[in-house]
């Protein structure tokens, strides 16, 4: 028995048309690119000092769940990706303070190097720990964004050793943080790699 092969059919235009569906994924990522290239490029250039106010409250007034549609996407090297952990920490931080704080704590004396990059007050409490967070977010509007970076990371990466020194986390909740960590900081290097270019 011969087996006769028919090209498949083309859908015609009206095909397409008919289909509802959200987004176009591909627009969403542009858009978020150039969001977060506005947001970080566009902010250092103006002399508006409630600027750094409005970008550290973005996720509050704009919600984190229109942010994750725009930027959880991106790679974690690109603006896009790095502004989405950004502001991931500080929702994280202003969340469940007593409990990051007690998780920097126990890394802080575990990573010294790590503590004086992310410049939180000791002792840090949960009120030194929202503080810190803000004012690495207000870092995204003035001063060197990959030091912004550098501090977020810092920051995850003691809240990762103090994780495991507790034992307060299972061990995916602590190799996401790291993961967070290294992010950040190849986020930074990228931005240090790009700014000399």
């Known amino acids: 028995m011969t087996r006769q092969h028919h090209r498949p059919m083309t859908p015609g235009d009206g095909f397409f048309a008919d289909i509802v569906g959200g987004a176009d994924p591909a627009q969403v990522r542009e858009a978020g690119d150039l969001a977060a290239t506005v947001l970080v ?5 103006s002399d508006d000092p409630e600027l750094a106010e409005r970008v550290v409250h973005l996720a509050d007034t704009e919600g984190l769940e229109t942010l994750a549609e725009v930027w959880s996407g991106a790679p974690a090297d690109t603006l896009a990706g790095s502004l989405w952990r950004l502001f991931l920490l ?9 409990r990051v704080a007690g998780d920097y704590e126990a890394g802080q004396r575990r990573v010294d190097v790590a503590r004086v990059v992310a410049g939180v007050a000791d002792p840090p409490g ?20 990959a030091v912004t970076l550098f501090r977020a990371a810092a920051f ?6 103090g994780r495991a020194t507790l034992g307060s986390a299972s061990h995916g909740e602590i190799t996401r943080m790291l993961a967070l960590s290294e992010q950040l900081e190849a986020a930074g290097q990228v931005e240090i790699r790009d700014s000399l270019a």
């Open 156 to 161: 995850a990466r003691i809240v990762a050793a």
């Open 126 to 145: 949960p009120d030194e720990l929202r503080r810190m967070v803000d004012d690495v977010l207000r870092g995204i509007t003035r001063g060197d964004f």
């Open 90 to 98: 500080r929702s994280w931080v202003h969340a469940d303070p007593d």
């Open 41 to 45: 490029r566009g902010a250092r250039a």
